[in-house]
T-cell receptor
Framework: QKEVEQNSGPLSVPEGAIASLNCTYS??????FFWYRQYSGKSPELIMF????GDKEDGRFTAQLNKASQYVSLLIRDSQPSDSATYLC??????????FGSGTRLQVQP | SAVISQKPSRDICQRGTSLTIQCQVD?????MFWYRQQPGQSLTLIAT?????????ESGFVIDKFPISRPNLTFSTLTVSNMSPEDSSIYLC???????????FGPGTRLLVL
């Protein structure tokens, strides 16, 4: 079992819709959870981080964490074509270094 | 957030040679990390660069192949030694802040080994 799992996609949503990206992790001791966006040919860009159970909102983005079920999700409201990218879920198990999922490719159709 | 720069941005190298990649952060940071992203893959941690002591390597990565230096709190280098085509990847450095526990990535170094 991979430590951090994501559906590779592509996830295709129409412009203006809500995109829902999911991630599960295996280490119950994981403490911090991150979502990065990576455009083709670019380095990962931090979108959000979350430490506590529940929701965290930042603009069009909402991160959701459920430690009991070991999943973390990212919702993107009012999706735009510019949101088309690969979204990487990353987990810090306490060592400060991150373990990444394989990423979900999101396509927002105009 | 930190501003991180890397040099070179890309290089094409011959097998058997070595390449040193530099990573500079615009402020002092506690943690620096080196990752590899192979074509079409996600990021894999190579090592944690420790200031004043030897780097901590992940399983599958060894110091002889990927020597790392961290002479101060703003700078680190990664050397890819005795390269083979399998080393063709993007190499990324990142920094973390103790109080924020977030990591920001440099722009990456695209390496092609022929």
């Amino acid at each position: 079992q991979k430590e951090v799992e994501q559906n590779s996609g592509p996830l295709s949503v129409p412009e203006g819709a809500i995109a829902s990206l999911n991630c599960t992790y295996s280490d119950r001791g994981s403490q911090s959870f991150f979502w990065y966006r990576q455009y083709s040919g670019k380095s990962p860009e931090l979108i959000m981080f979350i430490y506590s159970n529940g929701d965290k909102e930042d603009g069009r983005f909402t991160a959701q964490l459920n430690k009991a079920s070991q999943y973390v999700s990212l919702l993107i409201r009012d999706s735009q074509p510019s949101d088309s990218a690969t979204y990487l879920c990353a987990v810090d198990t306490g060592r400060r270094a991150l373990t990444f999922g394989s990423g979900t490719r999101l396509q927002v159709q105009p | 957030s930190a501003v991180i720069s890397q040099k070179p941005s890309r290089d094409i190298c011959q097998r058997g040679t070595s390449l040193t990649i530099q990573c500079q952060v615009d402020s002092q940071v506690t943690m620096m990390f080196w990752y590899r992203q192979q074509p079409g893959q996600s990021l894999t941690l190579i090592a944690t660069a420790n200031q004043g002591s030897e780097a901590t390597y992940e399983s599958g990565f060894v110091i002889d192949k990927f020597p790392i230096s961290r002479p101060n709190l703003t700078f680190s280098t990664l050397t890819v030694s005795n390269m083979s085509p399998e080393d063709s990847s993007i190499y990324l450095c990142s920094s973390g802040f103790t109080y924020q526990e977030t990591q920001y990535f440099g722009p990456g170094t695209r390496l092609l080994v022929l």
